[in-house]
């Protein structure tokens, strides 16, 4: 397989009501996330670094940040980040994928990595089903689409698993909880990138966060 020349990062933030409760460690693991992802670039310019995050909740799903190469991000802050209402999830996947797919189907060589944090279970979509969704994740594994779920104050593999998402982790609130799981997430993206180097073909997409993949 060619080498990947681009690398779209896909970020879809829960921002319903219930998240209220860890809103600062979930704004902590954002933000170490969006760095990295710019210390990616700095340590190596190709292939290009591409993000696009999205965050969501009942009064609907806000594009914080448009498609676009990484350079200097502005982080989450109270400001930026206020947890209230709803979780559409389903309807928040659909969108943000289905948007990025448009523009990264006109590209070659490309690898999607797709980051779901959320802390409950769906309960207000209106576009789309489980099933839909379910449908639409098997579609673009087959394309070089990586998902991860990284879930809280629910059985994380059995609602990742409803949408065809193998790759989970469970996120509690406490610090030291949260920083064990942003190491294992933040530990598994520079495998991902390394892997994408080395073996264009070989995305991870079922072992993402397996250390031996």
Do not use: C
């Not at 709803?86 to 980051?115: C, M, W």
């Not at 394309?143 to 996120?171: C, M, P």
């Amino acid at each position: 397989m060619p080498a990947i020349k681009k690398i779209y990062n896909l970020i879809i933030l829960d921002e319903s009501g219930s998240m209220a409760s860890i809103q600062q460690p979930t704004m902590n693991t954002f933000n170490e996330l969006i760095q990295s992802i710019v210390g990616e670039t700095t340590r190596k310019s190709d292939p290009e670094q591409w993000i696009n995050f999205f965050s969501f909740n009942g009064n609907g799903i806000k594009e914080q940040i448009p498609l676009q190469k990484v350079s200097s991000l502005n982080l989450l802050n109270e400001d930026n980040y206020r947890p209230d209402a709803s979780t559409p999830l389903f309807d928040a996947i659909g969108h943000a994928a289905g948007k990025l797919r448009q523009v990264a189907e006109k590209e070659n060589d490309y690898a999607v990595l797709v980051t779901i944090l959320t802390d409950g279970e769906e309960n207000a979509s209106r576009e789309y089903s489980g099933e839909k969704i379910s449908a639409l994740i098997k579609e673009l594994k087959k394309k070089n689409w990586v998902f991860t779920y990284i879930g809280t104050n629910q059985d994380v593999a059995r609602e990742a698993a409803k949408i065809s998402i193998t790759n989970h982790l469970y996120f509690a609130a406490p610090e030291m909880a949260s920083k064990a799981v942003l190491s294992k997430e933040l530990n598994a993206r520079k495998r991902f990138y390394k892997k994408l180097e080395e073996n264009p073909g070989s995305a991870m997409q079922d072992s993402y966060f397996d250390p031996e993949s």
